[in-house]
């Protein structure tokens, strides 16, 4: 089915570990995002990227990597977990032209670091 | 750099009553807008978005929204309210010179219906 998708939904981890979240979209969008969503701070971007191997940061990119060597594929990357990293991560992707105004999201990976 | 409120955290209202949900923005020249619904464990779903033209934008699930710029805000607005409306309400801009795909978010308003 096209749209957007990420994984896991779901992830536990420890403090210090590696973590990738997986997020892959289908319709070529030439935008894609991570956002965090905190109680209180709404969402914030993370990373985005205007195509691929072209990333920038957002407003809280520290303890976070990008990469994107394909169009459809956007993994984020916590280096080594915090606890304050536990947070629920939400990817999203829009193109450009008459489809660059709607931004589209995916159901979220919930994070718990340990 | 563009910034968002959504002055209420949380708003209950009854079913059948009408509903408006409050955001102001900050940005020096004519801004994007969007309000985005989040249902439990979901994502978010655009409602609908303001970028030039007719002040007044119509969206989808009977919402409606606002641009007023002497008040720099982008209320929504509906109606009348089902049951089916409680979800976390988010109201976002975007702007010209960081390209309008570069959305900030309000915190959100909690919206609760009670029968």
């Known amino acids: 089915d096209a749209g957007i998708t990420q994984s896991p939904r779901y992830k536990i981890t420890e403090t210090g570990r590696q973590v990738t979240l997986m997020c892959h979209q289908t319709?070529?969008?030439?935008?894609m995002f991570w956002y965090r969503q905190d109680l209180g701070h709404g969402l914030r971007l993370i990373y985005y990227?205007?195509?691929?191997?072209?990333?920038d940061k957002g407003e809280v990119p520290d303890g976070y990597v990008v990469s994107r060597s394909k169009t459809e594929n956007f993994p984020l990357t916590l280096e080594s977990a915090t606890r304050s990293q536990t947070s629920v991560y939400f990817c999203?992707?829009?193109?450009?032209?008459?489809?660059?105004?709607?931004?589209?999201f995916g159901e979220g990976s919930w994070l718990t670091v340990v | 750099a563009q910034s968002v409120t959504q002055p209420d955290i949380h708003i209950t209202v009854s079913e059948g009553a009408s509903l408006e949900l409050r955001c102001n923005y900050s940005?020096?020249?004519?801004?994007?807008l969007f309000w985005y619904v989040q249902s439990p464990g979901q994502g978010l779903q655009l409602l609908l978005k303001y970028f030039s033209g007719d002040t007044l934008v119509q969206g989808i699930k009977g919402f409606e929204a606002e641009f007023k710029r002497s008040q720099s805000s982008f209320n929504l607005r509906k109606p009348s309210v089902h049951w089916s409306d409680a979800a976390e309400y988010f109201c976002a801009v975007g702007a010209l010179n960081t390209g309008f795909q570069k959305l900030v978010f309000g915190t959100g308003t909690r919206l609760l219906v009670s029968p």
């Open positions: 319709w070529s969008h030439s935008y």
């Open positions: 999203a992707s829009t193109g450009t032209g008459d489809s660059g105004n709607t931004i589209y």
């Open positions: 990227s205007a195509a691929a191997d072209i990333t």
């Open positions: 940005y020096g020249a004519t801004p994007y």
